[in-house]
Structure formats: structure tokens, C-alpha cells
């Protein structure tokens, strides 16, 4: 079994249906790329497979757990950086993470705070407040906070997004050393990304799956990647 599997989800916000029928399955050593227009359902997507928002259709499975049935499981397995990475801001860097280890119920809280701060390269602002930092730094808060329990699955909603292009490559630096011991799903609306960072790609519109392929196949598809994502999602 994959370490994500998704099957026949689906969700509604009133009569606007977010998310119709997806299913996809992600195994360890893969990093995809979820793209869509916005609107197309990402957030949703993902919001579904981490448990946030439980669906009207479909299962999300988690390394083994169905994230409805075995949410405490599941999240264990699994680390979320949501859109624009929110953190409590009034808390320093070290604080934050340190609270995020000790809910994580960790048994060695500080070991892991200094071993991420060491690995989101955070060590020089450790001591200082989210609200103060810039944004790429906040952005690496968030994600510090994801992988803090070293979580098989890995979902980042736009976790580059707003970033400067030296901050973009650092993130996905710290991003691919990890890699290949996890399932990694990324929203982006960055294509440049996929040929930086993805194995696969997953392209949503309107709720639905569009393609699911290799970054190999989705490159041949066109030199003009934004002309193949306005195609795929027109
Ligand atoms: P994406 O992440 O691809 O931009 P979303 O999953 O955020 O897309 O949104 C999918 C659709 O659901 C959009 O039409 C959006 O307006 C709608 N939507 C998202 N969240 C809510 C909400 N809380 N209430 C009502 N509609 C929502």
C-alpha cells in the first residue's frame, strides 16, 4: 500500500462541489506537484487528506490510517504546512517549535527543536518572534513545524509562495534532501517548480483530476508549460 491513498473523494462548500471524485495514490520517494488554477480545489484536496475537513465521499488513507476513522494515527504520520504557513507570531521561533514538539507528545522535545532548527537552517533567528522575521523565514517556520516529528507524508500548500528566487531554492534544498524517505505532496502555482522539485504531477480544475504522470511525461507535453497548464485546465 501507498503511504497516501486517496479514493472517490468528494466534498461540497453548500452548492459549489470543491472537490468531485479524485483519487490518486502517492508511495515513498515521490514528490508531486499539485497544480491548479485557483479555485481548482487544492486547498480542499488537502484539507481532506490531513483530516481538517471531513469528506461527504471517498477515503483519504495515511500511512495505513483512514484519516476519519483513525485521525490521531493518521496525523502522526503526517506533517501540513498550510497556506501562507500560519504560526503564533507573539512566540519566538524556538518557543513555537518546541510548543509544536510537546502537542507532537515527542519524548525528547528539545533534541528535536534543535535538530530542526538545524535543518531548516532557522538556528540564527531561533530567538526571535515569528511576527519579526521575513517572510521566506516564516515560510521555513511553518515548514519546520510539519516535519518536527520527521512524518512520513508530507503536504505543503504553496510553500514557496511570495518567496524571493534565493529563499524559493532554499526551502526546496531543505525539501529534496528529505525526499527520498517520504510521500510529499506540494500545491504550487509555480510551474518552474516541477522541473526543480516534483517526480510526478497531479494537475486539478474544477474539482477534478486532470492528469497524473511523471515530471518526465508532463515536460514532453510542450516547451510552454504555462500554454500546456492553460490546455490541461482551460
Ligand atoms: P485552490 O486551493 O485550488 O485555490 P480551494 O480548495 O481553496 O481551491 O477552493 C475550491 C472551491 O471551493 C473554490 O470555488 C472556492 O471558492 C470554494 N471554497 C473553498 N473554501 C470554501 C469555504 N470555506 N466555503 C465556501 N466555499 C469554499
Redesign the pocket.
Known amino acids: 500500500m501507498a503511504l497516501i491513498e486517496v479514493s472517490r473523494l468528494e466534498k461540497s ?2 452548492a ?1 462541489r ?2 468531485k471524485n479524485v483519487s490518486f495514490s502517492v508511495d515513498r520517494g515521490e514528490v508531486v506537484g499539485f497544480l ?12 481532506l487528506l490531513t483530516g481538517y475537513l471531513r469528506p461527504d465521499a471517498g477515503t483519504a488513507v495515511v500511512a495505513g490510517f483512514d484519516v476519519v476513522e483513525h485521525p490521531v494515527a493518521a496525523k502522526a504520520h503526517l506533517g501540513y504546512s498550510p ?1 501562507g504557513a500560519p504560526a503564533y507570531g507573539e512566540m519566538t521561533v524556538r518557543e513555537f517549535l518546541r510548543f509544536a514538539a510537546e502537542l507532537r507528545g515527542l519524548t525528547d522535545p528539545a533534541q528535536r527543536v534543535a535538530d530542526t532548527l538545524k535543518l531548516c537552517r532557522l538556528e540564527e533567528v531561533a530567538g526571535q518572534s515569528v511576527d519579526t522575521l521575513s517572510k521566506g523565514y516564516r515560510m521555513r517556520v511553518g515548514f519546520a513545524q510539519a516535519v518536527i516529528h520527521d512524518p512520513a507524508v508530507l503536504i505543503l ?1 504553496e510553500p514557496t509562495d511570495g518567496l524571493d528566487p534565493n529563499q524559493k531554492f532554499e526551502v526546496r534544498r531543505i525539501l529534496k534532501d528529505m525526499a527520498a524517505r517520504k510521500a510529499v505532496i506540494v ?1 504550487t502555482h509555480i510551474l518552474e517548480e516541477i522541473a526543480e522539485l516534483c517526480t510526478r504531477v497531479i494537475v ?1 480544475a474544477q ?1 477534478e483530476v486532470r492528469c497524473d504522470e511523471s515530471k518526465e511525461r508532463f515536460l514532453q507535453r510542450g516547451a510552454d508549460l504555462n500554454q500546456v497548464f492553460r490546455k490541461l485546465t482551460a
Open positions: 462548500y453548500g459549489i470543491a472537490v491548479g488554477p485557483n479555485g481548482a480545489g487544492k486547498s480542499t484536496t488537502m484539507k497556506e500548500d500545491s486539478i474539482g
